[in-house]
């Protein structure tokens, strides 16, 4: 397991944008992949994007063209840049990542991760 600390979650109008951080201080080289994942209360967790540590950069159709996944390895941080919300995009987002290297792009699949964060609610009103 990795400490993953998510944070920039707030409330926003449609339209607006916000980005999240997730600090990994723990990630290690090793750790190729890293992703983001939102949940609405009473519905299936489900992948918004993913980082392989070689740039390789994969999204969920949903936010193709309005998110923006990005990493900062002096920081040690992933981001999430949302664009253009939506209230569809409303949920509890987390990051996560998964053991050893991965070969090929990172998959946007919750069952690939193992080490989660607490999560970062992120409301957009209409």
């Known amino acids: 397991q990795v400490q993953l600390v998510e944070s920039g979650g707030g409330s926003v109008q449609a339209g607006g944008s916000l980005r999240l951080s997730c600090a990994a201080p723990?990630?290690?080289?090793?750790?190729?992949?890293m992703g983001w994942f939102r949940q609405v209360v009473g519905k299936e967790r489900e992948g918004v994007g993913s980082?392989?540590?070689?740039?390789?950069?994969s999204y969920a159709d949903s936010v193709k063209g309005r998110f923006t996944i990005s990493k900062d390895n002096a920081k040690a941080t992933l981001y999430l840049q949302m664009n253009r919300l939506g209230p569809e995009d409303t949920a509890l987002y987390y990051c996560a990542t998964m053991s050893g290297w991965y070969f090929g792009k990172c998959p946007v699949d919750v069952n690939a991760y193992n080490s989660w964060g607490q999560g970062t609610q992120v409301t957009v009103s209409s």
């Open positions: 723990g990630v290690t080289y090793r750790m190729s992949c």
């Open positions: 980082f392989h540590s070689d740039g390789t950069i």
